[in-house]
């Protein structure tokens, strides 16, 4: 087990295409990241150099101790688990796992006592003298995070290793590997680009985008505390709701207009933080979540109301969700399911203004 | 509770029944429209395959002036000639000889190519595929005239290496191994081909899988490259024993199966006895000899990529 460190890691390849513009990422040990973004950031390519299965083009990356630009993936003491699984199709399950031991010579007793161990924490015991062919979608998974666990490496890589499972499984796997993880405690890092699952497994995000890291942090802090517009619409589902607003002193306090009749109050707690942009115009940031139904017995002095006509209803089970627009910007409201709201009406609406962000659109952080 | 699982499980049984009743009927029809629309085909191979074989083991039944039937006379003929079994043997050093080198050589070659940018690939694989285009009996006459005793180009190079020169096609080791190389330089770029198609079949993934497990590029090769492309490498080797155990024009155009009948193989065999000595029943058991040889390669082959096919899939 061991700590990972890159610095100033730059990817170019053949053309002049930077697909990773010099990143510096601190992983410490037992740590769980996860890098995440939209298709192209450069997630996998920031991953594959950790592997070595991708020159590096600049920069310096450190596993445990060693800077490794120029070792081989077989002296990285590292373990993939790839997104189509990568299982060799004419070895058993047993043979899968045991292939990186064998290689390194470990003796046959000690090689069986690691299969059986791996196979009994992932649940595959009963699979050991099958061929890949004859398995689920699930089960290969497991297998792949056999082979990983065999070799008690130094670090874990995954990229992207349940988008090929379907939705359910993918909620069951992800359970698993985070169980997994706190069995074995190995450094890992973890590609993604579907934001739960950086939520819910890591022990920091890392919010990737056009090659460039947007911010680091636990998946709480990302949460209510983006820093840039990006992570602010990236994480959170559905996103995050962006209109375009002037911030204004009214009397003692702020408040943030974006039409006439849509003023809302600026909390008194974050006056001094806004004053200095008074008279801009910004981009007002708020959740669904944070946009809902009136509680009665809700008094906080944060707690703006005012009134709109939901264009699209959508009920999902657990909560119904309310779009509509202002000023052409489409918003998007959270309710409770047993609040009657119909397409074309008007409903009585709560925004919880101790959870708003406003950004700068020249830019894009959030003040 | 029986009565009502009947019940309920009836009906759809019942529409299932008819579905099937006339997917059946579907299904039947179209097999008889495939097979009318096989039907030339099939004819044409009976014409072309079954009719000369079957007239061949009738004739390697008659006596050399084809008036009268003598049973398996021929064939005990030949076994009690010591031509014959020379010309077994090195039907089969031709013929094993060549293809392993064959497929030694179109391996390496198709493992230079993958390794070769796309760009510069096509050209590559365009040259090498020339020997392989070249009708073999024209190629052939080329080695022909470079093994030549007298004006031979290679006995020419090698002695400006001061390297005496060869007796190519006059000394029978020479001879059988320049017989097998003219081969080898003719078959090489199909072995290529199938085994560039085979490589390229395995995902790139696999190999990363196991640089990361720890496998050198060896081992890689030794572990996931031969054992991913073992069917194909089984199929290609039966297939190419078969044309080269029947091969006929390579010997026919370069020693005429000299010296002394010594590099002489089935066909060439069967030409020599049958056509040119004009006892056509017994070039006709000459050349019967080469199916139970066949056979028995391809039970062994077969069977392997059957039992491997049974194994993965
Ligand atoms: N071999 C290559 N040659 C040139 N450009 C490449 C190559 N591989 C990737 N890229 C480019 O590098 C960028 C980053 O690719 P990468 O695979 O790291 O994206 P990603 O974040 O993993 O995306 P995804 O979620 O779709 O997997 C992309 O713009 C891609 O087009
Ligand atoms: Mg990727």
Redesign the interface.
């Known amino acids: 087990m061991a700590q990972v460190h890159l610095r100033k890691v730059v990817k170019e390849y053949e053309g002049g295409v930077q697909a990773v513009k010099g990143i510096d990422l601190d992983i410490a040990d037992h740590e769980f990241v996860v890098l995440v973004g939209p298709s192209g950031c450069g997630k996998s390519t920031t991953l594959r150099m950790i592997?070595?299965?991708e020159e590096i083009s600049g920069g310096e990356i450190d596993i445990g101790g060693t800077v490794v630009n120029d070792v081989?993936?077989?002296d990285r003491d590292?373990?993939?688990v790839?997104q189509?699984y990568?299982?060799?199709?004419?070895?058993t399950v047993y043979d899968n796992m045991a292939?990186?031991l064998t290689?390194?010579k470990f003796d046959k007793g000690e090689i069986k006592r690691r299969v059986e161990n791996a196979a009994k924490i992932l649940d595959i015991g009963m699979l050991l003298d099958r061929?890949p062919?004859a398995l689920s979608g699930g089960q290969r998974q497991r297998v792949a995070m056999g082979?990983a666990i065999v070799?008690d490496p130094k670090v874990f890589l995954f990229d992207e290793p349940l988008s090929n499972l379907d939705a359910k499984l993918r909620v069951q796997m992800r359970t698993e590997i985070k169980k997994v993880h706190q069995t074995v405690r190995t450094t890992t890092v973890y590609v993604t680009h579907d934001q739960v699952e950086a939520m819910t497994l890591a022990d920091r995000v890392v919010v990737m985008n056009h090659g460039k890291i947007e911010q680091v942090g636990p998946p709480q802090e990302l949460y209510h505390h983006p820093k840039t517009r990006f992570v602010a619409g990236f994480i959170g589902s559905p996103s995050m709701n962006f209109i375009p607003a002037r911030l204004e002193e009214v009397g003692s306090g702020l408040v943030v207009r974006m039409t006439d009749r849509a003023v809302l109050p600026v909390p008194a707690a974050r006056t001094a933080r806004y004053a200095p942009h008074v008279g801009r115009e910004l981009l007002f940031g708020i959740r669904p979540e944070h946009l809902t139904e009136p509680h009665p017995n809700e008094h906080r002095p944060s707690i703006a109301h005012f009134e709109a006509a939901p264009e699209v209803v959508e009920p999902m089970g657990m909560e119904t969700l309310l779009h509509f627009w202002v000023e052409g910007h489409e918003i998007c409201a959270r309710f409770d399911p047993a609040v009657e709201v119909a397409p074309g009406k008007l409903a009585a609406m709560a925004v919880d203004m101790d959870q708003m962000h406003l950004i700068d659109p020249k830019t894009d952080l959030v003040l | 509770m029986a009565a009502d699982g009947t019940l309920v499980a009836g009906a759809p049984a019942a529409a299932g029944s008819g579905r099937a009743n006339t997917m059946q009927r579907f299904a039947r029809r179209r097999s008889t429209i495939a097979f009318l629309m096989a039907l030339p085909l099939i004819a044409l191979i009976g014409g072309l395959v079954v009719y000369p074989a079957g007239y061949a083991m009738w004739l390697s039944t008659l006596n050399r002036r084809m008036t009268a039937n003598i049973g398996l006379g021929n064939f005990e003929i030949l076994l009690d000639s010591d031509t014959f079994w020379m010309v077994i043997m090195q039907s089969c050093i031709f013929a094993v000889g060549a293809v392993i080198a064959k497929a030694l050589i179109g391996f390496w070659l198709a493992h230079m190519l993958h390794h070769i940018p796309a760009k510069g690939q096509r050209k590559w694989r365009g040259m090498l595929l020339i020997p392989w285009v070249i009708p073999p009996a024209l190629s052939t006459l080329g080695w022909w005239w470079m093994f030549d005793p007298s004006y031979s180009s290679i006995n020419w190079l090698l002695n400006i290496f001061a390297v005496p020169a060869v007796p190519w096609l006059g000394e029978p080791w020479w001879a059988r191994f320049s017989v097998i190389l003219v081969n080898v330089w003719y078959g090489s770029p199909f072995f290529m081909i199938m085994y560039l198609a085979a490589l390229k079949s395995v995902p790139d993934q696999l190999y990363e899988a196991a640089a990361i497990d720890g496998a050198t590029g060896w081992q890689g090769l030794r572990y996931v490259t031969l054992p991913m492309m073992q069917n194909i490498i089984s199929i290609t080797v039966l297939f190419s024993l078969i044309v080269t155990f029947a091969n006929y024009d390579i010997v026919r155009v370069l020693t005429n199966g000299g010296p002394r009948d010594l590099t002489q193989v089935f066909a060439s065999y069967a030409f020599q006895v049958g056509i040119l000595s004009g006892n056509l029943p017994r070039g006709a058991a000459v050349s019967l000899f080469m199916f139970p040889v066949l056979a028995v390669f391809a039970y062994f082959i077969l069977r392997g990529i059957n039992r491997r096919n049974k194994e993965q899939m």
Do not use: D, E, S, T
């Open positions: 592997a070595g299965l081989p993936p077989r590292i373990a993939m790839f189509n990568a299982l060799y199709p004419h070895m292939f990186g290689l390194r061929k062919k082979r070799r």
